[in-house]
């Protein structure tokens, strides 16, 4: 029986398992949307890339039309769950008319 390797990513407290798609924060669960997840998800497996916007898009709306205004929400609402603004941490970097970043530390394991 062969073992399957499990993909977690630690950033400070917080943990993303992807393949119970779930963020801990100090073992908490972190309740979010499922796109907002799989933003998150996005931007992480990226880590230190900028990810262009219709790149975001089309990875989180396949084969649909919607407006660039839902990515922004998106991005808005991990924000705040990741608690920026709280504090002086700063996770996701806002690439002007070209995308987002995760800019946060983080370890793959």
């Given at each position: 029986m062969s073992k399957q390797i499990r993909r977690l990513y630690?950033?400070?407290?917080?943990?993303?398992?992807p393949e119970q798609r779930l963020l801990s924060y100090e073992g908490q669960p972190v309740l979010m949307a499922p796109k907002v997840?799989?933003?998150?998800?996005?931007l992480?497996?990226?880590s230190g890339r900028i990810v262009e916007k219709d790149e975001m898009m089309n990875?989180?709306?396949p084969d649909r039309y919607v407006?660039?205004?839902?990515?922004?929400?998106?991005?808005?609402t991990l924000?705040?769950?990741l608690g920026e603004g709280q504090s002086r941490e700063q996770y996701?970097?806002?690439i002007p008319?070209?995308?987002?970043?995760?800019?946060?530390?983080s370890k793959r394991f």
């Amino acid at each position: 029986m062969s073992k399957q390797i499990r993909r977690l990513y630690v950033s400070g407290s917080f943990c993303l398992d992807p393949e119970q798609r779930l963020l801990s924060y100090e073992g908490q669960p972190v309740l979010m949307a499922p796109k907002v997840f799989k933003t998150l998800l996005l931007l992480v497996e990226q880590s230190g890339r900028i990810v262009e916007k219709d790149e975001m898009m089309n990875v989180l709306w396949p084969d649909r039309y919607v407006e660039e205004a839902n990515l922004t929400q998106n991005i808005f609402t991990l924000r705040k769950l990741l608690g920026e603004g709280q504090s002086r941490e700063q996770y996701i970097e806002t690439i002007p008319k070209r995308g987002y970043r995760f800019v946060a530390p983080s370890k793959r394991f």
